[in-house]
């Protein structure tokens, strides 16, 4: 491999044009096949890039460069070739030398253009095609991404260039060379792209940059483009259609962007950002809305054709989606959609382009409600099945959702305009849209391989809860005005308007009630959960109401379906293949079922739906199946128990049926001793209630709305495969319905809504020095991290401390812990030039985070004092002159460097706190999740507190709590902004966080201490240290593991140094030292006890009742045997006791924050 090495070296140094080709390919080989090519690159740049050569040398030259990583001063090197280069008289050699700019690291980037300015602009005006076609495509590459606007804001002159640089691409899209209008129009359609999605940039490894004057730089160059596009927008048109087809496709997107931003108004949100309103608002203020219309059919009709007569598949598409982007303009026409959904849908019938499956589905369902009914209608079955085909479930539950919603638009726009006097569409209800044969059988068969029907039950129960809440307010044009204006204008607004649609998905959903699903049961109990919130409104336990009680026609026939469908599920009691469901459906039919109005006649039938309840509460109690007790039987009997205590409660022949059942299980081997004491109270109950008919209350066994089962609720879940599954579906489901639903706002409206108090307008985080006191250099340094990308950027400043100008200065920065550079080298350096004394000059490096780990920059500073001065270091002493390694090591010195001064820095550590990201979430999840993440770690922390002697008395007055004083800085950090609860009484207090890293896992995080007020601080004392306990649970053990590596250091990430970490035995033995001071205290009370003649106060006599009544109690435990009811220790009491207080204390906060706000 050497001698191959060295030949190519060689051929590399011969004159030889050929020779030094051959030998490039044979290098570009070697790298290819992951060899180290180091050494041939360093003879490359110096040899051919440094040199001159011919132009295939160059281009090879540079190929070679991109696959390899070069030092700073080869960089150095290859920056002197390119300015060279672009006086050197062939084209071809400039032009091969211009498209290596895109390759140069951002900090080299800056300087290179600031010399060769009037360089890169005469390249625009060159005659030469090649040099044109490069210097737009370079360019374009470049100067949309986030390094280069950084470079311009903070430089004017700059900043001046690459504006003029713009104007010139975008002319160039008219430019007479095809190669070169094809190449332009791809470089705006990239700046237009990186405005919304920032993908080059971060492909590209650019450093993160939190500031207003980089986003209002790059509004400036779009906002300019689009109004270049929208006025030369016919010529570009006409110059499209003369490129050759297959250039056709880069032509489309920047003219339909620009004339849908002139058209929806989203231009004008764009000057507002670039603060440039001023000077460009005067231009375009001619264009009238007809004017808008008339550009925008004009691009349709542009367009149209390809949709028909092209056969390239991509294309096609392209075209496709780029129409359906402007179909949703104010005044677009249905046309226009229908056109391209049927091009795009004639590709997946042709099978061309299934790389695209999931986008032709996206495309398609985003932009349905673009269609008019009937063409909505004549799509629906086709879709639902291309949406079961695809393979990622976020494309499919996204798809679903778009789906289930278009659905109940179709529904409520045509039951309201068939009231509204127009004549009927047929197949627009929602049990028509749904009747495919496919999907009858998935919901009427009762085990399935596919999880598809669950996906469908789950969202459209979903979609229609959405629909019962008031729909979102939009302002904006746009796809979502349309969807909403169409659900407004078929609810009219009304509050329950949305039962229609809810009623028919629970009919066709009925089947779902048999399936067996594995264990899983999120969509039944979405289903379910809406059947009785439907059963609730309609009050379906009151019967049937009639004209004379002033219902309508409408309600009256909605409340017969209802009747009619719990009648059908009582039968279907019998089908249900699980007692998990069965329960759960027992339940929300007896709670609204109308027993009042049940035939007594019929009381003896087996068919009478009160006979089937019950027989099935008996089947429930009584199921001896073998897989009872793996699938946790208790649970189901809970859920009976609580329905027939309800039902008993309300009528007497049911209670009667059930006293008999409830008897009966009593005395069976089956009941546990928890079931035994409940059975005996709802027997009670069931007594009293039949005892006194007429004195009962009615709104003890009222129906409430509520489903109890539901995973919300439950605060115990087990750990079953089945549940976990179950949760996935769920966390699915609801982020599709709530992005479609309820979107965020994008980032443009938040920054003009809320200007600088957007988040997304960081302040610059506060720096670090990394150097000591008496170092010759000072550096600083502070991050910005990117949860989304997985980001980290160190922003440093280095500053001069010493008398003498130094003429260079390496900055390396290495890394330890989860952390990597973005081109695989493992430490970065940066060469800095000419730093004057006291003069600071700033430098950044970009890494990536691989996992949840602490990690560290750890910066090196070298300079060169002697750097150009000759001097070299002197190697007196015995050795010979001659010695081989010194004459050696004087070769390999580069005389002009000098003898570099090290300058090592402390390390800039990142927190982990940093790699957390706060999740929002409820005190009642919470509490689901916490027992469920099984990695556990626990601590104890103390604070000093530093009382004031009144605070406690005059928090009391104006409403300021006392507590977390000692604790201030957690308050400041982002987990707090979400905190699921904070629990404070007089005693202590509990907080409780959740976060996720940056890579998925889960961790949740409980504090309890003792409050201020319950150590006598505030009350006298002035300072005293308090304790606090920390218990981390986390959903990988890796996590707790990495945190209790540096328990302190984790301390002081949470809370800015205020809690110091103490080992578990300083604990043990604090608490002994209280517990002997107290024991003193009750010695001395002992010793100074009064006579026993005195006689005894009131109180002690009751006391001395109590100590009396809890030994006879010990002693008949004692006689008894083992009890059922568990004995706690103090510290579980107090635990639970907490946990009990967290739900009240959160609507309390809830009710708080809410009068605030008012």
């Given at each position: 491999m050497d001698i191959l090495f060295a030949q190519i070296q060689a051929d590399l140094r011969s004159n030889d044009a050929l020779r030094q080709s051959s030998a490039l390919l044979q290098a570009l080989q070697q790298s290819a096949a992951g060899r180290d090519i180091a050494v041939i690159a360093k003879t490359a740049v110096e040899e051919i890039v440094a040199a001159p050569a011919s132009t295939v040398c160059k281009k090879l030259a540079f190929n070679l460069i991109r696959s390899t990583r070069l030092t700073p001063d080869l960089w150095d090197t290859v920056c002197g070739g390119i300015r060279n280069d672009f006086h050197f008289p062939d084209p071809d050699v400039t032009a091969a030398a211009v498209s290596i700019l895109a390759a140069i690291p951002s900090y080299r980037l800056a300087k290179l253009i600031a010399d060769c300015n009037k360089e890169i602009s005469d390249c625009f005006d060159s005659p030469s095609d090649t040099l044109r076609f490069s210097i737009t495509e370079t360019l374009g590459s470049v100067l949309a991404r986030d390094d280069l606007v950084t470079l311009c804001e903070n430089n004017v002159n700059l900043l001046d260039r690459v504006s003029a640089w713009w104007t010139r691409i975008g002319n160039n899209m008219l430019d007479r060379s095809d190669i070169v209008a094809k190449v332009a129009f791809d470089s705006v359609g990239r700046l237009f792209q990186e405005f919304t999605t920032n993908r080059m940039s971060r492909l590209a490894g650019d450093k993160?940059?939190?500031?207003?004057?980089?986003?209002?730089?790059r509004s400036n160059w779009v906002s300019s483009m689009v109004d270049l596009v929208w006025r030369k927008r016919s010529a570009l048109m006409a110059r499209s259609l003369v490129l050759p087809v297959e250039s056709f496709r880069a032509t489309v997107f920047p003219v339909v962007y620009s004339v849908k931003a002139v058209a929806s108004g989203s231009v004008e949100v764009i000057r507002k950002l670039s603060k440039a309103s001023g000077n460009a608002a005067g231009g375009n203020e001619v264009d009238s809305n007809a004017e808008k219309l008339v550009g925008v059919s004009d691009v349709v009709t542009h367009l149209a054709p390809f949709l028909v007569s092209s056969l390239e598949p991509a294309l096609i598409y392209e075209v496709g989606i780029n129409m359906l982007y402007l179909a949703d303009v104010p005044g677009g026409k249905p046309e226009w959609a229908s056109q391209s959904i049927i091009a795009i849908l004639t590709l997946w019938d042709r099978q061309e382009f299934t790389s695209a499956r999931e986008s032709i589905v996206r495309a398609v369902v985003t932009n349905l409600h673009l269609l008019d009914l009937n063409m909505q209608v004549s799509l629906f079955k086709r879709l639902l099945l291309m949406v079961r085909n695809l393979r990622a479930e976020s494309d499919r539950m996204h798809a679903l959702a778009c789906i289930c919603r278009t659905a109940l638009c179709v529904d409520l726009f045509a039951k309201e305009s068939v009231r509204r006097g127009q004549k009927p569409l047929a197949g627009t209800d929602i049990a028509s849209l749904f009747e495919d044969t496919r999907v009858n059988d998935d919901l009427n068969s009762i085990t399935s391989k596919s999880i598809f029907r669950e996906e469908l039950v789950a969202s459209l129960v979903e979609s229609c809860f959405q629909l019962s809440l008031p729909l979102p307010e939009q302002n904006n044009t746009g796809m979502e005005s349309r969807v909403i204006g169409a659900l407004a204008y078929g609810t009219g607004?009304?509050?329950?308007?949305?039962?229609?649609?809810?009623?028919?998905?629970?009919?066709?959903?009925?089947?779902?009630?048999?399936?067996?699903?594995?264990?899983?049961?999120?969509?039944?109990?979405?289903?379910?959960?809406?059947?009785?919130?439907?059963?609730?409104?309609?009050?379906?336990?009151?019967?049937?109401?009639?004209?004379?009680?002033?219902?309508?026609?409408?309600?009256?026939?909605?409340?017969?379906?209802?009747?009619?469908?719990?009648?059908?599920?009582?039968?279907?009691?019998?089908?249900?293949?699980?007692?998990?469901?069965?329960?759960?459906?027992?339940?929300?039919?007896?709670?609204?079922?109308?027993?009042?109005?049940?035939d007594p006649l019929l009381a003896d039938d087996p068919d009478d739906p009160l006979n089937v309840i019950i027989s099935n509460i008996h089947k429930v109690l009584f199921n001896i199946d073998s897989t009872a007790e793996t699938t946790n039987r208790v649970q189901d009997v809970q859920a009976v128990l609580i329905s027939a205590q309800?039902?008993?409660?309300?009528?007497?022949?049911?209670?009667?049926?059930?006293?008999?059942?409830?008897?009966?299980?009593?005395?069976?081997?089956?009941?546990?001793?928890?079931?035994?004491?409940?059975?005996?109270?709802?027997?009670?109950?069931?007594?009293?209630?039949?005892?006194?008919?007429?004195?009962?209350w009615a709104g003890v066994t009222a129906a409430r709305g509520d489903y109890p089962f539901s995973h919300h609720k439950l605060t115990v879940q087990f750990y079953e495969a089945s549940a976990a599954q179950d949760r996935k579906l769920e966390g699915l489901v609801h982020k599709a319905i709530l992005e479609l639903w309820r979107p965020d706002p994008s980032e443009l409206t938040l920054l003009l809504t809320q200007g600088v108090d957007s988040t997304l307008l960081k302040v610059p985080p506060t720096a670090i020095t990394l150097t000591g006191s008496s170092d010759p250099c000072y550096v600083e340094g502070y991050h910005l991290a990117d949860s989304g990308d997985g980001r980290i950027t160190l922003h440093l400043k280095v500053l001069n401390l010493t008398e003498l100008e130094l003429n260079r200065v390496d900055v390396r920065v290495g890394l330890s812990g989860a952390l990597y550079y973005m081109d695989g080298s493992s430490q970065a350096v940066r060469q800095l030039r000419s730093l004057g004394s006291q003069d600071p000059v700033l430098c950044s490096v970009t890494v990536g985070v691989s996992h949840f780990e602490r990690c560290a920059l750890w910066v090196q500073v070298l300079y060169y004092p002697f750097y150009g001065s000759g001097a070299v270091g002197n190697y007196e002493g015995d050795y010979a002159e001659e010695d081989p390694q010194i004459v050696r090591q004087k070769r390999s010195l580069r005389p002009e460097l000098g003898e570099p001064v090290i300058l090592?820095?402390?390390?800039?550590?990142?927190?982990?706190?940093?790699?957390?990201?706060?999740?929002?979430?409820?005190?009642?999840?919470?509490?689901?999740?916490?027992?469920?993440?099984?990695?556990?770690?626990?601590?104890?922390?103390?604070?000093?507190?530093?009382?004031?002697?009144?605070?406690?008395?005059?928090?009391?007055?104006?409403?300021?709590?006392?507590?977390?004083?000692?604790?201030?800085?957690?308050?400041?950090?982002?987990?707090?902004?979400?905190?699921?609860?904070?629990?404070?009484?007089?005693?202590?207090?509990?907080?409780?966080?959740?976060?996720?890293?940056?890579?998925?896992?889960?961790?949740?995080?409980?504090?309890?201490?003792?409050?201020?007020?319950?150590?006598?601080?505030?009350?006298?004392?002035?300072?005293?240290?308090?304790?606090?306990?920390?218990?981390?649970?986390?959903?990988?053990?890796?996590?707790?593991?990495?945190?209790?590596?540096?328990?302190?250091?984790?301390?002081?990430?949470?809370?800015?140094?205020?809690?110091?970490?103490?080992?578990?035995?300083?604990?043990?033995?604090?608490?002994?030292?209280?517990?002997?001071?107290?024991?003193?205290?009750?010695?001395?009370?002992?010793?100074?006890?009064?006579?026993?003649?005195?006689?005894?106060?009131?109180?002690?006599?009751?006391?001395?009742?109590?100590?009396?009544?809890?030994?006879?109690?010990?002693?008949?435990?004692?006689?008894?045997?083992?009890?059922?009811?568990?004995?706690?220790?103090?510290?579980?009491?107090?635990?639970?006791?907490?946990?009990?207080?967290?739900?009240?204390?959160?609507?309390?906060?809830?009710?708080?924050?809410?009068?605030?706000?008012?």
């Open positions: 993160l940059v939190d500031s207003e004057n980089s986003l209002a730089i607004y009304g509050a329950l308007n949305w039962t229609e649609p809810a009623l028919e998905v629970v009919e066709v959903c009925r089947p779902c009630v048999k399936w067996d699903c594995g264990g899983r049961t999120y969509a039944i109990d979405c289903y379910l959960k809406l059947l009785v919130r439907l059963c609730y409104i309609y009050d379906t336990r009151g019967g049937v109401k009639r004209v004379k009680d002033g219902a309508s026609q409408d309600q009256i026939l909605n409340e017969t379906r209802l009747q009619n469908l719990q009648r059908e599920l009582v039968k279907d009691l019998r089908e249900v293949n699980t007692p998990r469901i069965l329960a759960r459906l027992i339940w929300a039919i007896a709670e609204h079922i109308d027993i009042e109005g049940l309800r039902l008993g409660s309300r009528h007497p022949r049911a209670g009667q049926l059930l006293t008999k059942e409830l008897e009966e299980f009593r005395s069976n081997p089956l009941a546990d001793s928890v079931s035994k004491h409940q059975c005996r109270l709802i027997l009670q109950r069931i007594k009293y209630a039949s005892a006194h008919q007429d004195s009962r090592r820095c402390q390390p800039y550590k990142i927190p982990l706190t940093e790699l957390l990201l706060p999740h929002q979430i409820s005190p009642v999840e919470f509490f689901r999740l916490w027992p469920s993440l099984p990695a556990v770690l626990e601590y104890t922390g103390g604070y000093t507190y530093e009382g004031s002697g009144f605070k406690a008395t005059a928090a009391q007055q104006y409403g300021a709590s006392p507590f977390l004083s000692g604790l201030k800085s957690l308050s400041s950090k982002p987990f707090h902004k979400v905190c699921s609860h904070i629990i404070r009484t007089v005693a202590g207090f509990q907080l409780c966080y959740a976060a996720k890293t940056w890579h998925g896992g889960f961790l949740g995080l409980m504090i309890f201490g003792a409050s201020e007020v319950s150590r006598n601080v505030d009350l006298g004392d002035e300072t005293t240290s308090m304790m606090c306990k920390f218990v981390v649970r986390a959903s990988d053990a890796s996590i707790t593991k990495e945190i209790g590596s540096d328990l302190q250091g984790w301390l002081d990430d949470l809370t800015d140094g205020g809690v110091e970490y103490m080992p578990e035995d300083e604990v043990k033995t604090a608490a002994a030292e209280r517990l002997r001071i107290s024991m003193e205290r009750i010695a001395l009370l002992k010793a100074a006890q009064p006579r026993p003649k005195t006689p005894k106060s009131d109180d002690e006599d009751e006391e001395e009742d109590k100590d009396k009544e809890k030994k006879d109690g010990e002693e008949d435990e004692k006689k008894k045997g083992p009890s059922t009811l568990s004995k706690l220790t103090a510290e579980e009491a107090e635990h639970q006791a907490l946990q009990a207080a967290v739900l009240q204390e959160w609507h309390m906060l809830c009710k708080d924050r809410s009068t605030e706000v008012n």
